[in-house]
């Protein structure tokens, strides 16, 4: 079964220092790897997927399937990025998402 | 353009109690989700539809069910409710085209008591 990992609960980093959120992934496919968003009083919402190789607000994140990894990252912290960050996987010919715990980023100013 | 609408927004059972969470999208996705989410955790698949009449379970079933009788709706029912169902649910669609997004509703919190 495929399953996600998020080390990092909680994230806390300075504005303007770089952020990075981890997230490996075990799954033995082909997988569609995606980074959802949950800012404060809001709905989750897709932030970018990895076929799109695509930087939305700064943030970019490359598969690395020898490493199973999919982090996220930001070279410069702003503090509208304070949200919740969840990780998540589609399994090849699947539709429904598998998540990862999430991890909550606090941006200091 | 709603998306995906779910309500109660909040609502407080007393164990055994029954209710049912709505869920309604206009974007004529055949794709439909119940995710769960409780503290500290990631979302957990509970029940899923692909379609009108086509329901399947989830990663954590146990405790729910659900109904498609239309493409826009999918309610999710709760029949003696325990202390353990008490969680954040997101219901969520997802179209079949080749980006397949997946777009959710705003959450509704439901504690049993």
């Known amino acids: 079964a495929q399953r996600v990992t998020q080390p990092e609960k909680l994230l806390s980093v300075f504005k303007g220092a770089p952020v990075e959120l981890k997230c490996n992934y075990s799954?033995?496919?082909?997988?569609?790897l995606f980074w959802y968003v949950q800012y404060s009083r809001q709905r989750l919402q897709l932030l970018l997927r990895?076929?799109s190789r695509e930087s939305i607000k700064g943030f970019t994140a490359d598969l690395n399937k020898g490493e199973t990894s999919f982090h996220l990252k930001k070279p410069f912290a702003q503090e509208e990025d304070s949200a919740m960050y969840y990780c998540?996987?589609?399994?090849?010919?699947?539709?429904?998402?598998?998540f990862g715990q999430g991890t909550r980023l606090t941006i200091n100013p | 353009n709603a998306g995906v609408t779910q309500t109660p927004k909040f609502r407080i059972l007393k164990i055994g109690q029954s209710m049912t969470l709505q869920c309604t999208q206009d974007?004529?996705?055949?794709?439909m989700y119940w995710y769960r989410q409780d503290p500290g955790m990631g979302l957990k698949l509970i029940y899923y539809?692909?379609?009108?009449?086509?329901?399947d379970k989830g990663e954590v079933p146990n405790g729910y069910n659900v109904s498609r009788s239309t493409t826009e709706d999918f309610p999710l029912r709760l029949e003696l409710a325990a202390p353990s169902q008490t969680s954040v649910y997101f219901c969520?669609?997802?179209?079949?085209?080749?980006?397949?997004?997946?777009?959710f509703g705003e959450g509704s919190w439901l504690t049993v008591v």
């Open positions: 969520a669609s997802s179209s079949t085209d080749f980006l397949n997004t997946i777009y």
């Open positions: 799954y033995s496919g082909s997988p569609e």
């Open positions: 990895h076929i």
């Open positions: 998540a996987l589609r399994e090849q010919g699947a539709q429904k998402l598998v």
């Open positions: 974007m004529n996705h055949n794709y």
């Open positions: 539809s692909v379609g009108a009449g086509i329901t």
